[in-house]
């Protein structure tokens, strides 16, 4: 789906930033994509690029099958900006050159600066710097001239005006650079010519559109689970195409406490779309009787979901499409997976199996946007908070929380700790702050005394943590009282629970999810 005209185009060249760099154009209210730096210059043309950055990479220029991109790309016309391996890529292939750093330079550096041209207006000039490179300039091509050093690198700003290509040895992208966004911003708007157009309401009227397009008189059937994502998704297709759309939600029991009554009085209720509930409790659960391996039980829920939501589909008669909310990451995690120089985190399979088993083509209006973009379309389309701000919740839902063996039982008492932990964070007024908030059901019993009577029963973990992306997360840290009111009430209001603690683990070397 091309939702603007003319985009900034970010060429990753192994840039553990790249995601970054698109992040921070967006944020400019101007439109970027990540494409991988040996995109043809047929492609690259074809999106009309207002501009183009280079990310940084870990390569040397002069290592062997190091990322380069097609040489035709300087010939386009358009402005370019090279950061860090970026702005060596234009030494390298434009007839500077290139050396090993007598003296490196990782970490913050002070940039001083001298430019006329408009790429570092209002920036201080002396300002902070992150530097992360073993190489560095030692001639400039012809053309290019200097308007910015640091102590250990003469050649740290420099710009070709008649050609408008940019270049900094620094990373403007991060937040140790803390005047980095204005370089972006002048860049993008004064050096690009992009306006700030790049809004959830633009998009929205780009999205309607397109999904009309793509679909036609087709039908769509879409998988909700009650996460933002499938929910804005769901509530974009039924914008765009009414009755057309149907949903299918599977409650497999291992939902939170109130999950199927939400989802079910938001979509069927206020957004009057055919909702189709199933209650398919019994089966899952009958299907993880005994299974205690977190790996299997991960097969199984994903296997039986497909089976369910198959089977429903199928009563719904002939439909054409299936609806799925993939996320930009993911796409972008796809393309680093089959071609591009970045270390592949994952493939990208949504809801795996389904298109190909049900001979149906995907609807993904969402594949364009990041997390932070799809709650803000959810609030233009008018969904409640309580379904736009939620916390990620994993596919396996509780069954990969109640650790060991997965049983009803065991899931209403997780059910009812979880409930108490997430209404206690929103009454401390800190649900915002976290990323993820969570309880685990662990497989051990502990001693207790309650009522002046001994107690054998489980224990839970309580985990909320601070992210980003959730590739990295760092432990939340709460004021004592409010743990101490979750644990007081968990074990006078939950009637097999006995102790509660709290999970001080980061990740790396701990996952967000216990299993």
Not at 170 to 187: D, I, Y
Not at 223 to 252: E, M, P, R, T, Y
């Amino acid at each position: 789906m091309q939702s603007h005209e003319r985009p900034i185009i970010v060429l990753d060249f192994g840039a553990q930033y790249s995601k970054l760099i698109a992040r921070r154009v967006r944020e400019q209210k101007v439109f970027s994509l990540i494409e991988p730096f040996n995109i043809s210059i047929e492609k690259l043309k074809a999106h009309n690029p207002a501009g183009i950055i280079f990310s940084g990479g870990p390569s040397s220029v002069h290592a062997e099958g190091s990322p380069k991109p097609d040489p035709r790309v300087y010939e386009l016309g358009v402005p370019i900006l090279g950061i860090c391996y970026g702005v060596q890529l234009f030494a390298d292939m434009l007839g500077g050159k290139v050396e090993r750093a007598a003296k490196r330079e990782y970490g913050i550096a002070q940039l001083d600066h001298h430019d006329s041209t408009g790429f570092l207006d209002g920036m201080d000039a002396k300002t902070q710097v992150w530097m992360s490179h073993g190489d560095s300039i030692t001639k400039l091509p012809d053309g290019f001239s200097t308007i910015g050093t640091t102590e250990n690198c003469p050649f740290a700003a420099v710009v070709d005006t008649k050609r408008k290509f940019y270049g900094v040895q620094f990373h403007p992208e991060v937040v140790h650079t803390p005047q980095g966004t204005r370089l972006l911003a002048n860049f993008v708007h004064k050096i690009c010519g992009e306006d700030s157009s790049w809004t959830m309401g633009s998009y929205l009227d780009s999205a309607i559109a397109t999904i009309k397009q793509q679909v036609g008189d087709g039908r769509v059937v879409c998988g909700l689970s009650g996460g933002v994502d499938s929910s804005v998704a769901a509530a974009l297709i039924h914008k765009a195409i009414g009755d057309q759309l149907a949903c299918v939600f599977v409650n497999n029991g291992l939902l939170r406490k109130g999950e199927a009554e939400l989802v079910q009085k938001v979509f069927r209720d206020n957004f009057h779309i055919d909702l189709h509930y199933v209650d398919a409790e019994k089966r899952f659960l009958d299907a993880l009787n005994g299974v205690t391996d977190p790996e299997d039980k991960r097969k199984i829920i994903g296997r039986l979901f497909i089976e369910v939501f198959e089977e429903e589909a199928k009563r719904l008669g002939k439909v054409d499409f299936l609806a799925q909310g993939t996320l930009y990451p993911d796409v972008i995690e796809s393309v680093s997976a089959t071609g591009g120089p970045s270390v592949t985190i994952k493939s990208h399979h949504n809801v795996g199996g389904l298109p190909e088993r049900m001979k149906l083509k995907l609807v993904e209006p969402l594949r364009e946007l990041f997390k932070d973009e799809v709650r803000e379309l959810g609030k233009e389309l008018g969904l409640p908070d309580d379904i736009v701000w939620r916390h990620p919740f994993p596919g396996p839902g509780l069954g990969v929380r109640c650790v060991g063996e997965v049983t009803k039982e065991r899931l209403d008492t997780l059910r009812d700790a979880d409930a108490i932990f997430i209404e206690e964070i929103h009454k401390a007024g800190l649900y915002g702050d976290i990323w993820q908030a969570l309880v685990c059901l662990l497989p051990v019993r502990s001693v207790g005394v309650q009522g002046d009577e001994r107690t054998y029963e489980e224990v839970c973990s309580l985990r909320a943590v601070t992210s980003e992306d959730a590739m990295t997360a760092d432990w939340f840290r709460f004021p004592p009282d409010v743990l101490q009111r979750v644990s007081n009430r968990i074990c006078n209001e939950v009637k097999h629970i006995n102790r509660v603690l709290y999970d001080v683990t980061s990740k790396p070397p701990g996952t967000i999810e216990w299993e």
